[in-house]
């Protein structure tokens, strides 16, 4: 059985995590050689946004309260579907934010539509 951590601890646990922290990320300031990505890190860092932002989005389009519950009436599902055409068409995000909260405002103040 284990005991309860002491503040001492807790102190000496929250140093070493932030020092842990503080020298992976500045670890290539640190280095004296200059460090060069390659060509397909590259490539792929440039889709960590889109992918970041699907993870945060795609969830909440298609749960209601963590269930499946596809509805016709879901203002959500319009609004999705405008903002990745308007993407597709244009490839702009601000634009595309602007279509998909747009949409998503239309649909629940004029057409009543519930979330």
Same mark, same amino acid.
Request: glycine content about 8%.
């Given at each position: %059985?284990?005991?309860? $951590?002491?503040? *001492? &601890?807790?102190?000496? *646990?929250?140093?070493?995590?932030? *020092?842990?922290? %503080? ?10 050689? &200059?460090? +060069? $990505?390659? #060509?397909?890190?590259? +490539? =792929?860092?440039?889709? #960590?946004?889109?992918?970041?932002? #699907?993870? !945060?989005?795609?969830? /909440?389009?298609?749960?209601?309260? =963590? ?6 009436? &879901?203002?959500?599902?319009? #609004?999705?579907?405008?903002? %990745? ?6 490839? /702009?995000?601000? @634009?595309?934010?602007?279509? *998909? %909260? =747009?949409? $998503?405002?239309?649909? +629940?103040? !004029?057409? @009543?539509?519930?979330?």
């Amino acid at each position: %059985m284990s005991r309860p $951590l002491s503040t *001492g &601890d807790m102190l000496l *646990g929250m140093a070493g995590l932030a *020092g842990i922290s %503080m020298l992976t990320r500045s670890f290539f300031f640190i280095s004296r050689a &200059d460090w +060069r $990505l390659p #060509a397909w890190v590259e +490539r =792929g860092l440039k889709y #960590a946004p889109l992918a970041a932002l #699907a993870a !945060v989005v795609a969830p /909440d389009i298609l749960l209601v309260q =963590g269930q499946w519950q596809p509805h016709w009436q &879901d203002p959500r599902w319009p #609004a999705a579907v405008l903002a %990745m055409a308007w993407a597709a068409w244009r490839r /702009d995000m601000l @634009g595309t934010i602007v279509v *998909g %909260m =747009g949409v $998503l405002t239309f649909c +629940r103040v !004029v057409l @009543g539509w519930p979330l």
